[in-house]
């Protein structure tokens, strides 16, 4: 759904270029460029992009791992500046640290490119322009191999920088950070951000505050919280406890989770797994508070 979002607004900008529209006329403008993409009659030229995001949908769709990487790598010759392919690469082509510093070179590059074109006049917005989102997807991949790696203060730092650049996190680098800020013990940072996003009660955001007051010491806090949690996922209690099969869990597409169901517990397990395996008595404080 992103990407047919950005594929989309590429288009739109290629339909638009040397149109001089005014104001007045963008609406018209826009309308027109709907109803012909809608009913195929668009007759704008492919750009590079629009040829580099197809093939790496062919990639996304492969049927094979083999297959997946020559068609990424044949994106990536039909636009080299595209950096969903670079991402998609990346760790099939390198291991270790030089993950890290290929990551590094993708991001400074496109950084340094957003930078010249005036984006970043933009900050807080991130996301809501189409040609920031991969940047702001490879933020994403950095932070999530930093936490890989161990690397808890880099990552806090990505995750920061990616709630400030897109105060509407898109992507959810809030759950994320907010986990990292909990390893921490940081009470003070933790509670500022949940009260950024007030109104999100989300097992993504309980689900490290519980583990934040039991790092803490503060049983009666974690226990209110645990509480929260068991209305708003009965699950969660059975699967940090181990008392669901794992198998079970094994079929579960957690590309999407539905609030409330099982596979909301697994996607907040995928975010903040690290966080728990830093705090290994807190099952058995849950268990046995959850009989």
């Not at 018209?28 to 009913?39: E, G, T, V």
């Not at 730092?157 to 390893?183: F, S």
């Not at 009666?220 to 209690?237: C, D, G, R, S, V």
Request: aromatic letters at 12%; proline letters at 2%.
């Amino acid at each position: 759904m992103q990407k047919d979002f950005e594929k989309i607004y590429s288009k739109l900008d290629t339909f638009m270029k040397d149109k001089n529209a005014t104001e007045k006329d963008m609406d018209a403008l826009i309308k027109a460029f709907i109803n012909q993409y809608n009913s195929g009659t668009l007759d704008v030229p492919e750009t590079k992009l629009d040829k580099a995001m197809a093939k790496f949908d062919e990639a996304l769709n492969a049927n094979s791992e083999k297959k997946a990487i020559k068609l990424a790598k044949e994106a990536l010759k039909l636009d080299p500046t595209y950096i969903d392919p670079k991402l998609f690469l990346i760790p099939y082509e390198y291991t270790g640290e030089d993950v890290l510093n290929e990551l590094d070179k993708v991001i400074e590059s496109e950084e340094k490119r957003l930078k010249k074109e005036g984006y970043f006049d933009n900050a807080g917005e991130f996301y809501t322009m189409w040609q920031t989102r991969p940047y702001m997807r490879a933020l994403e991949n950095k932070a999530m191999v930093l936490i890989q790696y161990g690397k808890m203060g880099l990552a806090r730092k990505v995750l920061e920088k990616m709630v400030k650049l897109n105060e509407n996190d898109n992507l959810g680098a809030r759950y994320m950070l907010a986990a990292v800020y909990a390893y921490f013990e940081d009470e003070k940072a933790f509670n500022k951000l949940i009260k950024k996003y007030k109104g999100d009660n989300s097992l993504s955001f309980l689900g490290s505050k519980l583990c934040l007051y039991y790092k803490l010491g503060d049983n009666k806090k974690a226990l209110e919280i645990l509480e929260e949690i068991k209305e708003i996922n009965p699950y969660f209690t059975e699967v940090i406890s181990k008392n669901i099969d794992v198998e079970e869990l094994d079929d579960l597409d957690i590309d999407y989770y539905q609030p409330g169901e099982i596979s909301e517990v697994i996607d907040f397990i995928v975010t903040a797994g690290f966080l728990y395996a830093s705090s290994l008595g807190l099952a058995d404080f849950i268990s046995k508070h959850s009989e």
